[in-house]
């Protein structure tokens, strides 16, 4: 299985990006998809969870309400959505792929992308 994520870069306190992760090598609708972000210094952190169909979704609460995690599973695509972003959300954002249906401990995560940078200015 391999996960590439992109979308990342710089934006303004309040601007939006959206990140994609395209996945190869795996029936995509297999894997319950995952984001986590680790900024410079700090441990990894859960962001966001997509379950197998895309019916349900979970946040962290620092992100709910302006993160929106979906997937197409026809394009073998994940991607998440961020809106009124904050500093405090610079970090690396990686997708992992799960496939025992655990949505938050990153160690249920089998597959691993190589990150995206997201730097938001003050």
């Known amino acids: 299985v391999q996960l590439q994520a992109s979308g990342g870069g710089l934006v303004q306190t309040g601007g939006s990006l959206r990140l994609s992760c395209a996945a190869s090598g795996c029936t995509f609708s297999n894997y319950v998809m995952g984001w986590f972000r680790q900024a410079p210094g700090k441990e990894r952190q859960f962001v966001a969870a997509?379950?197998?169909?895309?019916?349900?979704?979970h946040y962290a609460d620092s992100v709910k309400g302006r993160f929106t995690i979906s997937r197409d599973n026809a394009k073998n695509t994940l991607y998440l959505q961020m809106n009124s972003l904050k500093p405090e959300d610079t970090a690396v954002y990686c997708c992992?792929?799960?496939?025992?249906?655990?949505?938050?401990?990153?160690?249920?995560?089998?597959?691993w992308g190589q990150g995206t940078l997201v730097t938001v200015s003050s």
């Open positions: 997509i379950s197998w169909s895309g019916g349900t979704a």
């Open positions: 992992a792929a799960n496939p025992s249906g655990s949505y938050y401990r990153a160690v249920n995560y089998e597959y």
